[in-house]
């Protein structure tokens, strides 16, 4: 997704110098900025040294530049190297959540445009959400990522948002991190089939006639032909089929009443972010009047238990809802 935003005037892109693992030998080079040139600190296949982090760190220098055309090579890096980065506790938190998330939506957008056409990116998509797992379970690393999460709607950052409160909620609920994976990448796939949905039906500003409501509500359907080339375990097929369902049986695509737990957790973490996210059709809510609305609105639909955990835990973090 790294692409240069500025026609090709811009070559490099700019990456926190946290990300960077000292003492490791890279297949980017790396640059600093120094007024208006790019400085090469370290070419390919030479390690970032301690000594060099250390350096730029009395310089106050915490930023660092990758070419754009060596972006690949450093999110290949990222993928691998994830899980030494976020439990590191020598990296201040807020830049370790701000690795995992940039990363996660760089790959979410990536995913989403290549409608997954190898697994390729789906294998990437489960190596970050293994090593995230564990990170997302404790309630000060979930704080920290929401501080980042993006309050305008883009599927792709949707997509990141519903994996985190479910993969932090299916902690909660100690499922096991086997299923985590399975479930958490249905979350981050969940709504795949809206890019098969046409883009005017999509994005229109005002309701949708019911022609079109009735194709919009082929997505979870849509979701499992695009993942059609990749084997999914059926818990991931679960999550993106039966997302909309409702416990009163009124949801959709196969009005079931008999939910798996699972699924309604990523269903409650699906509308509370989509509640919480400015929309073309709507405006963001605060997360205490998200909750509210769940409640008083959709407590026939959804689980209640998942809601009360949701909040309990969200009350934790700093621009939260202490409910009623
Ligand atoms: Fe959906
Ligand atoms: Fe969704």
Not at 1 to 22: A, R, T
Not at 93 to 117: C, G, P, W
Not at 293 to 304: A, E, G, T, V
Request: charged content about 25%; glycine content about 4%; some cysteine.
């Amino acid at each position: 997704m790294k692409s240069n935003q500025n026609g090709d005037l811009e070559q490099f892109f700019p990456v926190s110098i946290y990300s960077i693992q000292p003492n490791k030998v890279n297949d980017f080079r790396i640059y600093i900025k120094r007024g208006n040139n790019y400085v090469l600190l370290t070419n390919k296949k030479e390690a970032f040294s301690l000594s060099q982090r250390d350096r730029l760190y009395n310089l106050n220098i915490e930023t660092v530049y990758i070419p754009y055309n060596e972006a690949e090579s450093y999110d290949r890096y990222l993928v691998e190297n994830l899980d030494k980065i976020l439990y590191d506790e020598n990296i201040p938190l807020h830049e370790r959540s701000k690795t995992f998330y940039n990363l996660a939506t760089d790959l979410s957008y990536e995913v989403i445009n290549e409608k997954l056409s190898s697994d390729y990116k789906f294998k990437d998509l489960l190596n970050v959400i293994d090593q995230t797992i564990d990170f997302l379970s404790k309630p000060e690393n979930l704080a920290s990522v929401r501080k980042l999460i993006s309050h305008d709607y883009y599927s792709y950052t949707h997509s990141v948002n519903v994996f985190v409160y479910s993969a932090f909620l299916l902690n909660q609920y100690n499922y096991d991190k086997k299923d985590i994976t399975y479930i958490g990448s249905g979350a981050f796939l969940h709504d795949i089939g809206k890019s098969l949905i046409p883009h005017h039906t999509l994005n229109k500003p005002g309701a949708l006639n019911n022609k079109e409501w009735e194709i919009m509500k082929k997505h979870p359907e849509y979701g499992i032909e695009a993942c059609s080339n990749l084997s999914l375990s059926y818990k991931t097929k679960f999550v993106i089929r039966n997302h909309h369902e409702k416990l009163d049986g009124e949801g959709y695509p196969d009005r079931i009443k008999k939910i798996p737990h699972y699924v309604q957790i990523v269903t409650c973490c699906d509308i509370f972010d989509a509640l919480t996210t400015n929309r073309v059709y709507a405006n963001k809510r605060s997360p205490f009047e998200a909750f509210k609305l769940m409640k008083d609105k959709m407590h026939k639909q959804i689980n209640l238990d998942i809601l009360a955990t949701f909040i309990k835990f969200m009350g934790k973090s700093p621009e939260t809802v202490h409910s009623e």
